[in-house]
């Protein structure tokens, strides 16, 4: 079963063999996560990702799925790209967010990747609640057939951090 670690800090810091990004259907990069990411990691990551959308997502990468490229200077060796959903009150999308963690996870099996770290993926710009994104995270991840042995969620804030030990 994948051990399950929680730590505040910033995630293009993790000495992981995978960080997780929290982009955008484009894949041209964006604020948050995905702002430090291509910050921090150098154009290598921004020129895959463009080759990714010229071979295989013209329409961009679809909400829910993931997909890796390298990952720059960060120290991980890999970046999985994932796009969470938008929250919508009143219409229930928790499938898609669920699917971004489970497909990351995939991802990272493909690569063989036994560390992977995540952000809370849709909880910023996106505007999930904390709390209910915290619960999906855990519960996914747990819940995951994977050969990954280590998740590291790695939380910005206090507030974030809180919400997600809940479910240690
Ligand atoms: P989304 O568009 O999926 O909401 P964001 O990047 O806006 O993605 O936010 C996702 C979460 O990541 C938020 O909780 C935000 O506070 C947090 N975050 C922002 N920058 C970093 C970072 N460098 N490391 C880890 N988490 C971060």
């Not at 051990?3 to 505040?8: D, H, I, L, R």
């Not at 489970?102 to 709390?131: C, H, K």
Request: aromatic share 8%.
């Amino acid at each position: 079963m994948v051990q399950v670690e929680f730590v505040q800090g910033d995630i293009t810091e993790q000495q992981v063999d995978a960080v997780v990004n929290a982009a955008n259907s484009s894949l041209l990069g964006g604020g948050g996560v995905d702002g430090a990411i291509h910050r921090k990691g150098g154009p290598e990551i921004l020129n895959a990702c463009r080759d990714l959308r010229a071979s295989h997502y013209g329409s961009g990468l679809p909400t829910g799925q993931a997909v890796a490229t390298t990952a720059g200077r960060l120290p991980a060796r890999w970046v999985i790209h994932t796009v969470g959903p938008v929250w919508r009150a009143g219409e229930d999308r928790s499938g898609l967010l669920a699917s971004c963690y489970r497909e990351s996870l995939r991802v990272a099996d493909e690569l063989g990747a036994a560390t992977v770290a995540f952000p809370a993926v849709s909880t910023g710009i996106y505007g999930w609640p904390m709390d209910d994104g915290a619960r999906i995270a855990v519960g996914t991840v747990r819940a995951a057939d994977t050969a990954v042995r280590e998740v590291r969620f790695v939380l910005f804030d206090a507030a974030a951090y809180e919400a997600f030990v809940v479910y240690m």
